[in-house]
Each structure stands twice: as structure tokens, then as C-alpha cells.
């Protein structure tokens, strides 16, 4: 068992060796030494693949390295060609085990420390420049040919390898985080529906290929169309952070390459530097704008449960409030059989008493109760929903009562709203219309009720019109109205409008009109 066990990570280790062997000579195929592709595939698999695969991945490279070694000791001598057995990843391991395991360059949770993948990308330069410049100076040059620019091919390499592990690395590194936070399939999903891969795609790509299109017709204007080219890593950056820059750099890095005329041209090698540039700087702010979101975006999540909180302990108060009404309910009938049975007995010993005082004490102590009850908890909500409540409640009646003229209009699906949000619009009503009538110059109040949609949620905006008719305003009868409409609220007017509506990520607010005032609120349903 354990032979055959040891077999399968055998084969697996020469799979991935000759696997990465096959991949890195493609890709060596495309680099040349200012835009160094390579680099940034060596940083990328030492980052995806486990320490046990590493020793592979050398030996993997190292392989595919041995053709390019015996084809050239004849030209470049044989401590070049023994030099160069030496493969690239070498370098990149030592940087790329320290940042993993003591810089904390990729958290358990896949995210990505910006600050640390850039320097290391920094210091993996270097190394991979100094390489370079170690192989050109132990070649055995003929006399009649001239060594190079040793300070030139340094500038290049340097430039080279920085871009390519920013070409490649930061991209890898945002899929592999979606894939760490949400897995294939729903990543997939979310990359199909994000507003990042459609402003990529719809928006970045097309005028990347104006401007490649505009490098290709003007030659003269290619210079200062290789540099715009970093103008895409800006926006995503702002838009959405340091996975945006990481897109973008990638795509404007290859378009510049593209657009390319010769190997070693000049003005192509000043925009890379420019578009390296760009890269490092958005990716930083871009990495800030991510913390800044995230944070924002927790603070979102955490006022989303204060108000979900806050409306349950409404639901909570509600339901108390309707068990209290329904024991008014009992106690009012236990006084109307207590006053029944007592009159029953008054009649029986003395039939010519007059019980017409003590019927009405009755019927104004059931009244009392009744009122209270329906305070507390509206019967008609109970039975027949929220537009009866404002239409027949306690509210209608006394204004009814009083002599003010009262209407309600509805428009819109207001049943289909959740019932704690038809109580808090109805306790609002009835604190906006204690509040409206508190000055005594109102005769005629309008109650309107729009439901609907805002931003993809359903909300309802009340709005509630107080005016006065000269002819209907003296024969208001205030001092019944008030003391009853004073045991219907809570006193606290348009302050408690204002808070109940913030439960409901609403707002309140009053507005005096030509002929009276307005009270306006709106309430989200969760």
C-alpha cells in the first residue's frame, strides 16, 4: 500500500516537472529582455503550487534548459552554458518562501497584502537582473565584436522582469482569491454577473483597441499612445480597487507590447516604464480603496442588523401591545356581563327603578375600554388590514367625532408589505396627525399611501396634508378631540416620526404649503 502510495507522488512530482518544463520554454519563446513574461510565470506557480512541488518545478526547468545550454557552448563558452543551467525560479524561491511564510503575503482567507507582493516583485528583479548581467559577462566575445552596454542591459532586464511579474502575478492573484472565497462554480457565476468583468470587457478592451488601432494608423502619434495606455489601470483602480489595477495593467501591458514596431524600440520601453509605473501606483491605492470598501461595506452589514434588530424589537413591542388589547377586550366584556348581571338583580328587587343612568355608565365604561383597546392594537387592522385601520380606526373616528373631515387614498401593493411595517406606518399616521392638529388650525386632513419600488426595494412614501376651510374650522370641537387624541400617541411628534422612520432606513420630514402643512415619510420593508 504504502509502495504503491509512494509511486502516485513519484509520478505526480515528474508530471508537474515535465508539465512546467513544457510550459516555461512557450513562454520563453515570447520574452525578450525588457517585457520578461517568464518571470512573472515563476512567481505565479511558486505562489499557486505547495512546497512539496518545488523541487519539481527546478528540476522541471532545469530540463528544459539543457537544449539551449549545449546549443550555445560553441558561441557563448561553456561557463555560460553551465551558468545558464541555472533556472530563473531559483532566484524567485527564496523571496517567494519569505514573503508566504514570514511577510504573510497571502492570508488564509486569500487575500493579498499589495505593499508586500510589490516589493517582493522589486527584490525578484534585481535577482533576476543581476542573473542576467552575470551571464552577458562571462561570454568569450571574438575580437572584432564590441561587449554591450552592460548599464543599458541591466535598465532593460530590470524593467523586463518587473513588468512581466506585474503582468502576470497580480491577475493570478485576484482569481485565486475569488476562487478561495467562493469556489468554481459560484465564482464563475459572479465573474458572469460583475460590473468589474463587464467594464473589462465592454468598456477597457474597446478603447484599448482604439488606441491600438490609432498606434497602427499614426505612427507618428504611436509614442504618446503607448503611454495612454495606463489611463484603463487608473479607472479600474478607482472603480474597484486593487483587482481592477490588476486587470487593467495586465491588459495595457500587452497592448503595449502589441503595438510594439521593433524588439528594442525606444519609445516602446519608456511606456512600459510608464505603464509599470502606473501599475504599482494604482495597485496600491487600488488596495486601499479595497480596505477602505470592505470597511464600508461592514458598516453596512453592521447597520443592516442594528435596524433588523431594531424592527423585531417594533414587531416585539407590537405583539405585546395586541396581547394587552386583547385582555381590554376581556376585561370590557366582563364589565358589560358585570353591568348586564347587576342591572338583571336592580330589576328584579325593584321593577319601577329608572336604569337609564346606570346603562349609560355602562356603555361609557365599555367605550373607554373599547377606545384603549383599539389604541393599543387597531381591531379593524386585526380583521381587515391596513387600509381599514386609517380608514375606520380610532383615529377616523374621532376626528370623525370632532367635526374634521378625514380620507385616506391608497395606490399601490400596500398589502403586500410585511404586517410590522403596516403597524409602524399606522403608529406614524397617528403620531403625524396628533402632531398636524396640535396648532388648531386644521379642518381637513389627507392621508396619502403610494407603495412601490426604490433601488431595487419596496418602500412606501405617506404623505399627510393638513389644510383649513374657513366655513368647517370654528365648529371643530378641540376640547373633546384633544384629550382623547393625546392617549392615541406618544407625545414626542415629529422626533418620533423621524426615529421609527430611521428603523425602516427612511426619513420624515415637515413642509408648510400655501394653505396648510405636509408630513411626508418613507419607510424600506426588510
Known sequence: MQKGLRAQAWLRHIAVAVAYGFFISLFRDITFPHYMLICGVHVAVLLLMPYRYWPALILGETASLVPMAIDCEAQFGL???ILK??????????????????AHLLDRRGGVRV?????????????????GVTLMSVIVYSANYTPPHYDHLATQWLLGNYLGLLTVVPTVLAVRQGLSEHGWREWVSRASES???FESVCITVPILALLLWMGFEMPHVRGIVQIAMFLPVVWLAL????QGAAVGGTAASLAVVVLMPTRYDILTIQAEAVIAFAISTMLLVGARITV???????????MRLALALAQRNVHIGEMQLRMTSQALEQVRETVRSGFAMMLGRLRHLQPAIDDGGYQRIAFAAQEQLYGIS???????????????ALNEGVVARMLDHAGIRYWCDFRGPISSFSSTLHLALYRMVSEAVAEGLGRKDVSDVCVRVRGGERHGRRGIVVSIVFSANPV???????????????RTTSGLGLKALKDLAATFEGHARERHTPDGRRISFLLMDS
Open 79 to 81: 561557463i555560460w552554458s
Open 85 to 102: 543551467l541555472i533556472p530563473g525560479i531559483l532566484f524567485c524561491s527564496p523571496v517567494i518562501y519569505y514573503a508566504r511564510e514570514h
Open 115 to 131: 505593499g508586500v507582493l510589490l516589493v517582493c516583485a522589486l527584490v525578484i528583479s534585481v535577482l533576476m537582473m543581476g542573473d
Open 195 to 197: 460590473r468589474m468583468v
Open 239 to 242: 472603480r474597484h480597487g486593487w
Open 292 to 302: 477602505l470598501d470592505r470597511r464600508a461595506q461592514m458598516d453596512r452589514e453592521d
Open 374 to 388: 383599539d389604541s393599543l392594537h387597531p381591531v379593524a387592522w386585526r380583521e381587515r388590514g391596513l387600509p381599514a
Open 472 to 486: 368647517r374650522l370654528p365648529h371643530v370641537r378641540w376640547e373633546e378631540l384633544f384629550p382623547r387624541l393625546v
